[in-house]
């Protein structure tokens, strides 16, 4: 039996963070809609230590609680830790973002009297409020599964839900005295100020399958740098160096190098100032995006319907064969969904978007510099999913 409450009883909350970069971003918007539905609550975002770079300085949570790193600490120490640190804080609401038995656990043990999420992994009876996965989800935005959480609580504080008639808000923002540091450190790294900045992400740290090869991005990036005549950086976390360094030895020119440079608040501030990224499926693809920057993401493996970027201003582009969706963290066979798309064929949508997005900030009245796109540069085998 659910337990009755009323927003006025809530005034501290805990929300159990996402485990991974992108599934993070892509609950910025429920953690906006939580502020609107319990504006007077203290809202405390319990997460791994990177999330630091994303959630810093926001103004969508007071406070982030940052989790120990269990896989150096060992599981139990860390866990009797989160439930001490919880119970000490007298939370009166926890909502859980990820599926995990754990987090519930830890709620549960550490008193928390409201325990909102949804009945996964065998914890529904760990939760004063367990909710069903709705039947919708393999048909929308992985990001609306956060926000049901969010309408199912309004719903429960109210009896009714008021956000399903807004769009959702996903933005994030990066300060002015964070973006002249990532100019900064542009400029140290040889990038020319009078040109445009394209960020690309050759790695995955999840899934080998969904990587683009390391040669089309060598490609890409001579085209880039050669014929468009633009700054190109390679960004990735400090695991995925090794990808970096196979597009280098197969690049014609220098790009400049922030792979394993900067910590995850140092490439959100760089994706800030960025004209173009181009990615695979991956955590900064939904920064990007949630930055409202020019985002091309090049799908394989997964599904565009409910983990593309959530923004107007992202594309993606893919050419799936009858496998894909597979979803596998490995290609079996020979990894089609991902060699089919070439490098002539990204370059040619990065150069459109670039193209677009010079024009969209041309001051009025200006004359635009963009031709519209040739019908041949329309044309083509590939699947591009505006």
Known sequence: MQEAFHSVQIKRVVVRGANWVGDAVMTVAALRELRRVLPSAHITLAMRPWAKGIFTGTDIVDELLLIDD?????????????????????????????????????????????????????????????????????????????????????????????????????????????????????????????????????????????????????????HLMGKAKV?????????????????????????????????LAGTVAVLSVADLLVTNDTGPAHISAALERPTLVIFGPTNPLTTRPFSPTADIIRRPPDCAPCMLRDCPIDHRCMTAITPEEVFL??????????????PPGAPANEEAPSEASKTGAEEVLR
């Open 231 to 263: 700054n190109v950086a390679l960004i990735g976390a400090p695991e995925e160096l090794d990808v970096t360094n196979e597009v280098l030895g197969k690049m014609r020119r220098r790009p400049v190098v922030l792979t394993g440079e900067t910590d």
């Open 70 to 222: 269990t896989r150096r600490r060992g599981l139990l120490p860390a866990t009797l830790r989160q439930i001490t640190e919880w119970r000490a804080r007298s939370f009166d609401l926890a909502l859980f973002f990820p599926n995990a038995f754990e987090p519930a656990f830890i709620a549960a043990a550490a008193r928390v009297p409201l325990r909102f999420g949804y009945a996964t992994d065998r914890r529904g009876f760990l939760l004063t409020h367990p909710l069903e996965i709705p039947t919708w989800r393999s048909e929308q935005h992985e990001i609306f599964y956060y926000l049901n959480l969010v309408f199912e609580l309004e719903r429960a504080l109210t009896g009714e839900a008021k956000f399903e008639e807004r769009e959702p808000q996903f933005q994030l923002q990066v300060s002015a005295e964070r973006q002249a540091a990532a100019r900064n450190l542009l400029s140290r790294h040889g990038a020319l100020n009078d040109r445009p900045l394209v960020a690309l992400c050759p790695g995955s740290t999840n899934s080998r399958a969904k990587r683009w090869p390391p040669e089309r991005y060598a490609a890409l990036a001579d």
């Open 349 to 362: 949508r990065a150069t459109e978007m670039l193209a677009h997005a010079q024009c969209a900030t041309h």
